[in-house]
Structures are given as structure tokens and as C-alpha cells.
T-cell receptor
């Protein structure tokens, strides 16, 4: 089974802190994604990576950056956390770009609270 | 730009009623289509998927969806809902060029017993 693991289930951080959310997948997937999930807004794509060191901005990249130095690991960085970044963050991965390879597998989510 | 729109934000049905949730996408190229479900307090779960072939696809728990290319739609249906179908439903589209996966805003379904 594909496993996507997020380093923390719950995090509480202070305003202004630099926050790192880590995600690891074990199936040699090419694509990795970071989303945030908020009530009534669905899952909004923050960043998408289609290869090591390759990334593409999603719909809401402001205030975030990402790092993908190794294929299996995709990190989301909040440069200076703010209260409006309090949310559920979901990491996902998919094998590739065509057909069934685009099916995404999700981590368990990180509930981040910024105080 | 790739986008997904779910028309119904909140749907309330009685048990045994039929369900149809709308999903439209905007993307000019090849697409791969998904419906996910999230039960209260649980993680996202794949309901069904479409990549090619028969545009009517069947998923788990009696759900089905129909891809209508000319309408850029992928509506979810179930003939008779149950109380246990109470959940949030998300439509998602992956670009056939990049694999980029975009979600709709979600539809909350409440089924009254």
C-alpha cells in the first residue's frame, strides 16, 4: 500500500514563527502536493511538485514556500506564521501524469494552530 | 487555468431519496476525474475515478458518476441515499499533462433518517 506520512498530527505555533511541515511518501511517486482544507472552501492547492527540485505554485502560495530535495520528501514552509494560516494541511502524492497514475494518495493531515 | 466548481454547497435529503451532485471543470486538455468523500472526523477516501473508456463509472457504496465531455461535467449520483452517506463530497480534476490535481469547494450532504 502507498503510504504518505506527515510528520505531525497537531501543531501549535506562535505568530511570526517559521514552521516546517514534512511529508514523506514511500512509493517513488513523481508528484507531490500540499493543500489546505478549510470549511466551505474545500481543498486548496498551495504548491505542487512534479519532480525533485521542481515546483509549481498552486492557487494560494502566498506566505508559503516548499522544498523537495529528495523524491520522497516534500516540505511546506510557513516563512512567518500568521493566525490566518491556522488550518488543516494535507499532503498527497501521485505516481505520474497520465491516467491512473494521477490518482492521489493522502497523508493523515496536520492540524496547525497559530496563536 | 484549471478549475473545478461544485454547484451545491449544502444538500439535505431524506433517506431513500436520490442524489445528484454537480461538478464542472474548466480545462481544455485531457483530464482525469475523481470524487472523494470525507465522513465526519475521518480522512479523505476515494469514491470513484474516471480516466478513459465508458463515461459512466461505478464506485464504492453504490455511487456512480457520468463524464460528459461536451459539458465539462462529472456529476455524482446515487439512486437511494442512506443516513450513513452523510459526509462531505469533493470533486477533483487532474490535468492529463502535468498531473496537477485541483479540488472543488466540496458539497456537504446531510441525510435525515
Amino acid at each position: 500500500d502507498v503510504k504518505v506520512t506527515q510528520s505531525s498530527r497537531y501543531l501549535v505555533k506562535r505568530t511570526g514563527e517559521k514552521v516546517f511541515l514534512e511529508c514523506v511518501q514511500d512509493m517513488d511517486h513523481e508528484n507531490m502536493f500540499w493543500y489546505r482544507q478549510d470549511p466551505g472552501l474545500g481543498l486548496r492547492l498551495i504548491y505542487f511538485s512534479y519532480d525533485v527540485k521542481m515546483k509549481e505554485k498552486g492557487d494560494i502560495p502566498e506566505g508559503y514556500s516548499v522544498s523537495r530535495e529528495k523524491k520522497e520528501r516534500f516540505s511546506l514552509i510557513l516563512e512567518s506564521a500568521s493566525t490566518n494560516q491556522t488550518s488543516m494541511y494535507l499532503c498527497a502524492s501521485s505516481l505520474g501524469t497520465t491516467g491512473s497514475n494521477t490518482e492521489a494518495f493522502f497523508g493523515q493531515g496536520t492540524r496547525l494552530t497559530v496563536v | 487555468a484549471q478549475s473545478v466548481s461544485q454547484h451545491n454547497h449544502h444538500v439535505i435529503l431524506s433517506e431513500a431519496a436520490s442524489l445528484e451532485l454537480g461538478c464542472n471543470y474548466s480545462y481544455g486538455g485531457t483530464v482525469n476525474l475523481f470524487w472523494y468523500v470525507q465522513y465526519p472526523g475521518q480522512h479523505l477516501q476515494l469514491l470513484l475515478k474516471y480516466f478513459s473508456g465508458d463515461p459512466l463509472v461505478k464506485g464504492i457504496k453504490g455511487f456512480e458518476a457520468e463524464f460528459i465531455k461536451s459539458k465539462f461535467s462529472f456529476n455524482l449520483r446515487k439512486p437511494s441515499v442512506q443516513w450513513s452517506d452523510t459526509a462531505e463530497y469533493f470533486c477533483a480534476v487532474a490535468s492529463g499533462n502535468t498531473g496537477k490535481l485541483i479540488f472543488g469547494q466540496g458539497t456537504t450532504l446531510q441525510v435525515k433518517p
